[in-house]
């Protein structure tokens, strides 16, 4: 499976998909991803080994949800894949030798937080206050030398 999508605005990024094999499907594979196109992808990590649908527990439903099937991963270390306008993700098969089967991949969601945007309307608030503040400070020391002036 590959996907190529924008993390533009986020960080903490998570990725979690279902995953269903047949018995004659690989169980072994590896999550990569690259932020420059597919050019030079890096691995992130290895994924364990999965269950063959029905082998152990329930058949795979996609309203209802099972550990079995569901995988989710949390690069929250991998500074890079923030902020990424091209972001590129991809499962390998790493079974050797190469099987055939039936692999099936649904519910794909990535998510992450957003990064904080700096308010500008409050760094215009706190910079009018400062002049406001600055001005009354001002007319009051004038005020001040004009009563000073008139005593004398």
Not at 2 to 14: A, F, H, P, Q, R
Not at 48 to 61: A, D, H, L, M, T
Request: net charge positive; with cysteine.
């Amino acid at each position: 499976m590959e996907v190529k999508l924008s993390t533009v605005g986020y960080t903490n990024i998570i990725l979690q998909f279902d995953r269903v094999i047949d018995a004659f499907a690989p169980t072994n594979f590896s999550i990569w991803y690259a932020t420059n196109g597919e050019a030079s992808l890096t691995r992130i990590t290895t994924d364990s080994p999965y269950f063959v649908e029905g082998s152990r527990g329930p058949f795979w439903n996609p309203t209802n949800r099972s550990t079995l099937y569901f995988r989710i991963y949390n690069f929250t270390s991998v500074k890079s894949l923030a902020n990424q306008p091209d972001l590129w993700v991809r499962v390998v098969d790493d079974t050797v030798p190469l099987l055939n089967g039936v692999v099936r991949f649904d519910n794909l969601q990535v998510s992450g937080t957003p990064i904080p945007i700096p308010e500008p309307c409050g760094t215009s608030f706190c910079l009018v206050a400062l002049v406001s503040a600055f001005t009354i400070r001002r007319r009051a020391k004038s005020a001040v030398r004009m009563q000073n002036h008139k005593l004398q």
